[in-house]
């Protein structure tokens, strides 16, 4: 017999597929613009022009795509990663905070995009727990720049890489450090001395860092680390030191002189610098509202909660 299919980790394998970011829009009846984040979204035909994007049944705004004469889709460029946050949340004024325009079919069209396409809407087809929209593209348009990525629950910057070869052609003292997670909590060094509170990191001692020697050092116990993406480059404006962090997951027990640090847990006020509050402050943001699992969110959590309640009562 097939093992039956755990939703968690189907979650995470669908996470793995490297997709753009874009904001799906269009106007209740009495002109209220509505919109949500999507990485769902799929070119589907060229003749006709078709495209798709998939609406999970328990969005607040699926009744007004659904009644609706059709939708726009936005693709975001790197710069509107708070755009892609404020549209994955519930909040009602979404549109405030975001300059935008209406289209000539009269959809919102967010300023400054990478691509926009405005279509009538062609079909739905119910899909499961999810609704997949078809659009007939009746305009659209697109510009030059760096798309936003988003792959395994978090954005990532292909523009941040440009910044890595800018650093690593001025040869100043460079830190290489991994933001590391492993179920909701991160990585950090206490130091014993002073208790401050730093990421992981080597070349703080002027030696020449490199990736793969933090992840042998820190792989050196039971702890296992993969890294994902570039997370944050910068320069250390107190040092001259050019800082350069990735973020990955870990897995096992921590080493001797680090601790996870669940996200209520992170000792803002004992965190080494700025830069480093400011960088993990910007992570946990991210995780909050990028996070693949707050997408899937409430409906898979909760059916994952009923299998665990299911299996836990047949067993008495
Ligand atoms: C990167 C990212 C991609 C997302 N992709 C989708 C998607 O393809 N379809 C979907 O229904 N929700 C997706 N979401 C979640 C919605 O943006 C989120 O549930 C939003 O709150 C829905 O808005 P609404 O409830 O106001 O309709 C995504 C969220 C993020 C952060």
Same mark, same amino acid.
């Given at each position: 017999?097939?093992?039956?299919?755990?939703?968690?980790?189907?979650?995470?394998? *669908?996470?793995?597929?490297?997709?753009?970011?874009?904001?799906?829009?269009?106007?209740?009846?009495?002109?209220?613009?509505?919109?949500?984040?999507?990485? #769902?979204?799929?070119?589907?035909?060229?003749?006709?022009?078709?495209?798709?994007?998939?609406?999970?049944?328990?969005? =607040?705004?699926?009744?007004?795509?659904?009644?609706?004469?059709? *939708?726009?889709?936005?693709?975001?460029?790197?710069?509107?990663?708070?755009?892609?946050?404020?549209?994955?949340?519930?909040?009602?004024?979404?549109?405030?905070?975001?300059?935008?325009?209406?289209?000539?079919?009269?959809?919102?069209?967010?300023?400054? /995009?990478?691509?926009? %396409?405005?279509?009538?809407?062609?079909?739905?087809?119910?899909?499961?727990?999810?609704?997949?929209?078809?659009?007939?593209?009746?305009? %659209?348009?697109?510009?030059?720049?760096?798309?936003?990525?988003? =792959?395994?629950?978090?954005?990532?910057?292909?523009?941040?890489?440009?910044?890595?070869?800018? /650093?690593?052609?001025?040869?100043?003292?460079?830190?290489?450090?991994?933001?590391?997670?492993?179920?909701?909590?991160?990585?950090?060094?206490?130091?014993?001395?002073?208790?401050? /509170? #730093?990421?992981?990191?080597?070349?703080?001692?002027?030696?020449?860092? #490199?990736?793969?020697?933090?992840?042998?050092?820190? #792989?050196?116990?039971?702890?296992?680390?993969?890294?994902?993406?570039? %997370?944050?480059?910068?320069?250390?404006?107190?040092?001259?030191?050019?800082? /350069?962090?990735?973020?990955?997951?870990?897995?096992?027990?921590?080493?001797?002189?680090?601790?996870?640090?669940? *996200?209520?847990?992170?000792?803002?006020?004992?965190?080494?610098?700025?830069?480093?509050?400011?960088?993990?402050?910007?992570?946990?943001?991210?995780?909050?509202?990028?996070?693949?699992?707050?997408?899937?969110?409430?409906?898979?959590?909760?059916?994952?909660?009923?299998?665990?309640?299911?299996? =836990?009562?047949?067993?008495?």
């Amino acid at each position: 017999m097939m093992s039956p299919i755990d939703p968690r980790k189907l979650r995470n394998a *669908f996470g793995k597929f490297a997709t753009g970011v874009t904001i799906i829009t269009t106007v209740e009846s009495n002109g209220t613009p509505r919109g949500f984040t999507a990485n #769902s979204f799929t070119s589907v035909s060229l003749d006709p022009p078709l495209l798709l994007v998939c609406i999970d049944k328990s969005a =607040a705004s699926l009744p007004v795509f659904q009644e609706g004469k059709g *939708f726009a889709v936005n693709i975001l460029v790197e710069a509107q990663k708070n755009a892609a946050g404020l549209f994955a949340s519930h909040r009602a004024d979404k549109f405030n905070s975001v300059p935008w325009h209406s289209g000539r079919l009269g959809m919102p069209l967010i300023d400054d /995009v990478l691509a926009w %396409f405005e279509c009538v809407s062609e079909n739905h087809v119910d899909a499961g727990d999810h609704v997949i929209l078809i659009g007939r593209i009746t305009d %659209f348009d697109y510009r030059n720049a760096q798309p936003l990525g988003y =792959a395994g629950g978090g954005y990532f910057n292909l523009g941040l890489e440009q910044s890595l070869v800018d /650093v690593a052609s001025k040869g100043t003292g460079i830190i290489i450090g991994a933001v590391l997670e492993q179920d909701g909590a991160l990585l950090l060094k206490e130091d014993d001395k002073t208790s401050k /509170v #730093s990421v992981p990191a080597i070349g703080r001692d002027g030696t020449q860092p #490199s990736l793969p020697r933090l992840v042998k050092e820190l #792989s050196s116990g039971d702890l296992s680390v993969s890294i994902d993406f570039l %997370f944050a480059v910068y320069e250390d404006l107190k040092t001259g030191v050019h800082v /350069v962090y990735y973020r990955g997951m870990a897995s096992g027990p921590a080493l001797a002189g680090t601790r996870f640090f669940s *996200f209520d847990e992170i000792p803002w006020d004992r965190l080494i610098d700025d830069p480093t509050h400011s960088m993990l402050e910007r992570y946990v943001r991210e995780f909050k509202y990028g996070n693949f699992a707050i997408y899937m969110g409430d409906d898979i959590e909760g059916k994952v909660h009923a299998l665990d309640t299911k299996t =836990a009562g047949s067993d008495t």
